[in-house]
């Protein structure tokens, strides 16, 4: 069964960093892309970005560019969110998933496995 942990996220004024990870189990993690997505309230759940599993492709959603960057260590089963220059806006639940196959998507239902997401709250 595979099974998806969050961590690092946390309280951070605007302007500040955070780095997230996800720490994955329970299949051949190369094998699959990688995606973060999150959740703000009264909000859908959007995507972030996204790695292949051989992490040689990344995609970004718009408000992403420029300030995050997605990364995963294989050998760990790990996938990283660097988030810098964070703003108020970027306060939401981030998730991690697992793609169905090794291309990376940015439609949720594309991803076949979730974890339970961990909390980013920025202050202006």
């Given at each position: 069964q595979v099974q998806l942990v969050e961590s690092g996220g946390g309280l951070v004024q605007a302007g500040g960093s955070l780095r997230l990870s996800c720490a994955a189990?329970?299949?051949t993690f190369?094998?699959?892309?990688?995606g973060w997505f999150r959740q703000a309230p009264g909000k859908e759940?959007?995507?972030v970005a996204g790695?292949?599993?051989?992490?040689?492709?990344?995609?970004?959603?718009d408000p992403a560019k420029g300030r995050f960057a997605i990364s995963r260590?294989?050998?760990?089963?790990?996938?990283?969110?660097?988030?810098?220059s964070l703003k108020p806006e970027?306060?939401?639940?981030?998730y991690?998933?697992?793609?169905?196959g090794s291309s990376s998507s940015s439609?949720?239902?594309?991803?076949?496995y979730w974890g339970r997401g961990t909390q980013v709250t920025v202050s202006s």
């Open positions: 189990s329970g299949r190369s094998s699959y892309a990688m759940r959007e995507f790695i292949t599993g051989s992490g040689d492709r990344i995609y970004y959603a260590d294989n050998a760990k089963n790990t996938v990283y969110l660097q988030m810098n970027d306060t939401a639940v981030y991690c998933a697992v793609a169905r439609t949720s239902s594309q991803y076949a």
